[in-house]
């Protein structure tokens, strides 16, 4: 099968997502200039260097109540940072219910039961109990093609690991599960790794 994103694709459901799999999680919180605390959950996102240590998350719809962007967006477009929280297996029916589509002066963390803590560098909350948290500075907001598409580029200043995820010096990720989106309404976890070396190392 061929198709033309432009002409349709004649499927049951749109199978772009389910090529680009399995995406992490950015659970992206922040607070607006009004000191409402806002939790939402986007799986385009990703890192994007090393150092600086920065990191993304695309927006691709918009809410009336926001001038045509989400909550997240425009928070950080009024106070300039963003926390990013890692989703193990253990928050992914609560991370589901923050991708609600409420008015902006609801606090996810409130409506979801999900205790939240102050951030350490930056005027933000994050999720208490998640694996790992990053907080980011702004760096850029990018306006791509599309009516409503946005990218959110932020530096990561600050990061939290939850203690018993550190085995040996390392960050485990078998011992929280990331959860990751796939295509569809389908998600996936974490539970084996496999390791391979790159030519020359």
């Keep these: 099968m061929f198709y033309e994103p432009k002409d349709g694709h004649g499927l049951p459901h749109n199978p772009f997502n389910a090529l680009i799999t399995p995406r992490p999680i950015g659970w992206i919180s922040t ?18 260097a090393y150092v600086p240590p920065q ?15 989400k909550d997240s967006t425009a928070n950080i477009q009024q106070t300039g940072v963003f926390c990013v929280n890692v989703v193990g297996a253990a928050q992914a029916e609560v991370m ?5 589509p409420w008015d902006k002066g609801v606090d996810e963390f409130a409506d979801a039961g999900i205790a939240k803590a102050e951030c350490r560098m930056i005027d933000a909350p994050r999720v ?21 598409n946005t990218v959110v580029f932020g530096e990561v ?18 011992t929280f599960q990331p ?3 796939l295509g569809y309404r389908d998600f996936t976890k974490v539970t084996e790794l496999f390791s391979m070396q790159r030519p020359g190392e």
């Design 31 to 48: 607070r607006d200039a009004d000191g409402i605390d806002n939790l939402a959950p986007y799986s385009f996102f990703n890192g994007v």
């Design 179 to 181: 959860v990751a989106r």
């Design 96 to 100: 589901n219910r923050t991708s609600g």
């Design 128 to 148: 208490a109990d998640a694996p790992a948290n990053m907080e980011c500075r702004l760096t850029q907001i990018v306006q791509i093609e599309g009516e409503a």
């Design 157 to 174: 200043i600050g990061i939290h690991l939850r203690d018993d995820c550190l085995v040996n010096g390392i960050f485990d990720v078998t």
């Design 55 to 69: 990191v993304m998350f695309a927006c691709t719809s918009g809410k009336p109540d926001q001038d045509g962007v």
